[in-house]
Each structure stands twice: as structure tokens, then as C-alpha cells.
């Protein structure tokens, strides 16, 4: 989740209001925000990802804005004609095929909002573009440009420019060999042998969309007038990242100034500020929220969370949402809406009517008590699929296979049977983890199941609890006393150890542990054959037990 950091001052100023901390924290929370850390003169913020428009303070303030009734309604953003255009050549089809782009005038930028910026930018390549693959945002300095500007796609070493916080020119090729951001987002254009540039009329470089921009255009402070670029394979996405862009700029007293852009067969003018009327049945809203509200109270509601309302007709409302709201994609958003304006705090909790009140299975509450003891003994849980690989579950485990339900006509030779028993997928957890401080100490607690035509479903599941070790003077020794402090911490004292023989554990070095004259598992040291096979390079010892045999145990002594 990302998060948000808003100094107090500042948000106070966008706010138009100044709030005391329980205020504050109250109309945050009203908007679905969750307080990450609270400070004197600071306040950390973890917004939804369904809400891009929170990705600045001042998104979030108009937002609050309408919440508390400050300013209520849809926020009014007014775009200047266009004075220059962006010329889109065919060439960038296969890379990337879509760019919009403003100007915002009439800025004073400070270092404060020059980061707010910055911070902006990269929560929506997260947000929206993912993580850059399907947007990527340029923001310019727009003294230094000379348009019109031109969107192309050139090789590798057609052409050279200084990236931003580079000291000399590179090619595109050198920039993603050479370049920490360049190694870091190159990959994302790579295959086709172009690169996407973003260029004025004399030919200088703005942009290596969505890897860096060039150091010609950095903004630095004072700067008074913006241009920004928006590329992209979707062009809803494009156009929403720069609609939110755009409409916090306005915000901070920027005038907006739409480009023409010009593709081989479609001409566009961008930012597209355009509202979006929606028809919203209050008695569907009232069946989802399980309210009986008026229609007054849900136009006030709206215009609480900043929605317009054209009009209403009959039990209908015609809803305008704003263009910077592209993530409104179905009327339940604008019930939702609703929901907000109206305040979750205000909603009266109402006891559904059923027969009677769901609990947690008894199995649940034995399986929580075993991981509270697995926690006090310093290991880490993991949770792996059920669904696992037959030669890394019996081969690699050096046996023979345990009658598992094979997956017909798998869709990856990874996952094709269901797992028997938890171990290797802890082992192969071990082996992506190699390179990780030592010791590794994880347990499992999960389901494994086994072809039995006694069932009805033609399979038995079981419950299972798996742990390893592992580190250099890991040894049978540590296993065992694993075993007899978790079976002391369930009541069970009367236990023994049984010599056996398991290829997947050293001859001599393992036992099967009994309870009552029960087998319920085993333990040992992990063949060096079996560690070859999963590439560990670290002693390993392990326990795998049959959780619902010991429960039952359990109930018997009891």
C-alpha cells in the first residue's frame, strides 16, 4: 500500500482549515485513509490503490474538503486552448504506442512541492502504470523546450543526451547497460531494437519514456511553467495519470494548457477534463447498503465526496463525476460514494438475522495454538501451495512416491500433483533463501492429501505441521529438543523416539516420535544427497508431525 506524507502546515493551507489531531485523524479515517504515524508536525498516511487521486496532498485535501464541508460539489478545473502540438510518428507503435501531455502555467514551484511532485509521479507509476510497464510520467521544465515536440522511436545508437543526474551523453543502448535507472526499467522496452524518445523541434532530448528523463529539462525551483508527458500502451490509463497530475497542479494555483496531439489517423487534445454522468437508482443503492435514505440525503451524501449531480429524475440520479475519478468504473462506486458522504461512523451496525452466529472450527483453534508455540520457539511461518512438483516432492526426497492425486493435464509441470507432505516445499524454500543471513528456522502448518478410495471424494486430507533448520551446527540434538519442548507445551509428556529408516534423512540421525504408542511423525538431519538435490548448502534438520493425530491424543488424555 502506498503511503502519503503530509506535513501539517502545508496540508493545513491546502485544507483551508486548521484541525486539532482527533480531528484530523477523524476526517482521514472518514476517507478510507489509515494513519501510519502520527508526529507533531507530520502525519503518515496509507491510501487504496483504487484511489490514485490520493497520491499528493492536495488530492487528498480535496477530498477532505468535501467531507467537511468546505467545499462540497464537483471541483470546476478550467483548461486553456492549445498554443503548440505533439507530433506521434508511426515508429512508436510497437514499442509504445500512446503519449498525452499539458502544460501547466503560471507555477512558482518550491523545493516542498517540487518533491510533493516527484513523490506523486512514482506512487502512480506504482498505482497506474505498473510499475512503469503500463504508464510512465514526464515532468519538464518548459522554458528550455522548443516545440512543437515529436514522440519517435529510434535504435539504440541513434542518438545521445545527458540523463537526468548524468554528467555525460549516452545512447539509449549505454543508458540501460550503463545507467543505474537505465538497468533498473530498460527491460520494459526491450525486444524490439527502439527506443521511445520524446524530443523538441531543435532535436533536444526531454525524454527516454519510461526509463529517464534528460537533465535539460530537471526541474528546479522557481520553475513557473510545466510541461508533462504521459506514455503508455493503454490510453485510459495515460489520460487518467495525467488528468490527476493536471488537476493537483491547478490546485496549487497552476493554469492548465491543453496540447493537440497528433497521431497518423487520430487527432486528440489532451488533458481530456470532460465529466462522466452516471445513472444511479437510489433503491439499488438502498439494497446494497441496506439503508432506507432519502433522496436529499444522497444528494448531500455525494456532494460530500465531491460528485456532481445533474439532476434527478424520479427515483434516478444523474451523477458527474470528475475526470480525475477514472477509477469510477460501475454504479457500486457511486453507491460507495454514499456510503462515504454519509460517514461510516454514522451507519447504525444492525445484527444480521440468521439462525445463529459463525465460530472458528476447533481444528482452527488447535492449528493457532501450535503456531503460537512455533512463534516462541523462534521460527517463521510460511504458507506454500498445496499444489506441488512430484520430482522435487519424491525424487529429490530420494523415495518412492506417496499414492499423491496427480493434476490431469497440468498447465505447468511445476504444480502437477497435490503435496503429501510439507517438507520439500520447506526445503526448496531453504534453497531460494540461501543467500539470506543465517540461521533459517521456518515451520508450515498446512493441508496435505493422499489417494483413499474410503472417502467419498476419493481423497484424505490431513493436517500437517513441517519445521526446519538450518545452520551450521544444526543436529539431531536440536530437532529433539524442538520436539519436547512444543509436545510439553500441549500437555503431552509421555512421548519416545523410535529408531527407523528414511531415505530423506542421515542413517542413524533420525527417529519416528511416538505418543502414547502412537506414531504421529518424524525427525532427524536432512540427507546431504537430499541438500545436493535442492542446492543447500547448509546442514538442515527437520520434523514433519500429523497435527490431527496429536489432537486427537490430546482428547484422549484428557
Not at 59 to 83: D, H, Q, S
Not at 216 to 244: C, M, P, Q, R, S
Not at 519 to 534: D, K, Q, R, T, W
Request: with cysteine.
Amino acid at each position: 500500500m502506498p503511503i502519503l506524507n503530509l506535513k501539517l502546515e502545508r496540508f493545513f493551507k491546502l485544507l483551508h482549515q486548521k484541525l486539532d489531531k482527533d480531528g484530523l485523524v477523524d476526517a482521514l479515517t472518514s476517507v478510507g485513509v489509515a494513519i501510519e504515524e502520527l508526529g507533531a508536525e507530520y502525519v503518515k498516511v496509507e491510501y487504496n490503490p483504487n484511489r490514485p487521486d490520493f497520491s499528493s496532498p492536495t488530492g487528498l485535501a480535496r477530498a477532505l474538503k468535501g467531507i467537511l464541508g468546505i467545499e462540497t460539489g464537483i471541483p470546476k478545473f478550467r483548461a486553456l486552448t492549445p498554443k503548440t502540438f505533439l507530433k506521434v510518428e508511426k515508429s512508436v507503435k510497437v514499442v509504445r504506442p500512446w503519449v498525452v501531455a499539458a502544460y501547466v502555467e503560471g507555477l512558482n514551484l518550491s523545493a516542498e512541492e517540487i518533491e510533493e511532485l516527484i513523490s506523486m509521479q512514482e506512487d502512480l507509476h506504482w498505482v497506474i502504470g505498473r510499475n512503469r510497464r503500463k504508464v510512465a510520467i514526464g515532468l519538464h521544465n518548459a522554458s528550455v523546450i522548443r516545440p512543437p515536440i515529436i514522440y519517435r522511436a529510434v535504435k539504440g545508437d541513434e542518438i545521445s543526451f545527458i540523463p537526468l543526474k548524468g554528467f555525460r551523453r549516452m545512447t539509449p543502448q549505454e543508458i540501460i547497460e550503463q545507467h543505474e535507472i537505465g538497468r533498473k526499467y530498460g527491460h520494459i522496452v526491450a525486444g524490439t531494437g527502439l527506443f521511445p524518445v520524446i524530443m523538441d523541434s531543435h532535436g533536444e532530448v526531454l525524454s527516454l519514456p519510461p526509463i529517464i528523463n534528460s537533465a535539460l529539462t530537471e526541474l528546479t525551483e522557481g520553475t513557473e511553467t510545466l510541461f508533462i508527458d504521459v506514455t503508455g500502451t493503454d490510453l485510459e490509463a495515460v489520460n487518467g495519470a495525467l488528468n490527476i497530475l493536471t488537476a493537483a497542479l491547478a490546485d496549487i494555483g497552476g493554469r492548465i494548457r491543453r496540447v493537440r496531439v497528433v497521431y497518423d489517423n487520430v487527432k486528440m487534445t489532451t488533458p481530456d477534463l470532460r465529466t462522466k454522468v452516471w445513472k444511479l437508482k437510489l433503491s439499488y443503492a438502498n439494497d446494497l447498503l441496506g439503508l432506507n435514505i432519502s433522496m436529499k440525503d444522497a444528494v448531500r451524501a455525494l456532494k460530500r465526496s465531491r460528485i456532481g449531480v445533474k439532476k434527478v429524475k424520479g427515483d434516478t440520479i444523474f451523477a458527474e463525476v470528475p475526470a480525475y475519478r477514472f477509477d469510477v468504473m460501475h454504479p457500486v462506486d457511486l453507491v460507495e460514494e454514499i456510503s462515504i458522504g454519509l460517514g461510516y461512523k454514522n451507519l447504525q451496525p444492525v445484527v444480521p438475522k440468521t439462525l445463529g452466529f459463525g465460530r472458528h472450527h476447533p481444528d482452527t483453534n488447535f492449528e493457532d495454538v501450535c503456531r503460537e508455540i512455533m512463534f516462541g520457539l523462534g521460527f517463521t511461518e510460511v504458507i506454500n501451495f498445496t499444489l506441488s512438483n512430484s520430482v522435487r516432492d519424491y525424487r529429490w526426497m530420494k523415495i518412492e512416491p506417496q499414492n499423491p492425486v496427480r493434476v490431469l493435464n497440468p498447465v505447468s509441470a511445476e504444480y502437477d500433483i497435490l503435496r503429501t507432505w510439507l517438507l520439500p516445499g520447506l526445503l526448496y524454500n531453504l534453497a531460494m533463501n540461501k543467500h539470506s543471513p543465517y540461521p533459517h528456522r521456518l515451520f508450515e502448518i498446512g493441508d496435505v492429501l493422499a489417494v483413499d478410495e474410503s472417502f467419498d471424494e476419493g481423497a484424505r486430507r490431513e493436517v500437517k505441521l513441517a519445521l526446519v533448520s538450518s545452520h551450521a551446527d544444526t543436529s539431531f540434538s536440536e530437532v529433539k529438543s524442538i520436539a519436547e519442548e512444543f509436545l510439553r507445551s500441549l500437555g503431552l509428556k509421555e512421548w519416545c523416539l523410535k529408531e527407523v529408516e528414511h531415505a530423506s534423512f542421515i542413517e542413524g540421525r533420525v527417529a519416528e516420535i511416538e505418543v502414547y504408542g502412537v506414531n504421529i511423525g518424524i525427525m532427524g538431519e536432512i540427507s546431504p544427497e537430499v541438500l545436493e538435490a535442492f542446492d543447500i548448502t547448509m546442514p538442515v534438520s527437520a520434523i514433519e508431525i500429523e497435527l490431527q493425530k496429536v489432537r486427537g491424543l490430546l482428547n484422549k488424555a484428557q
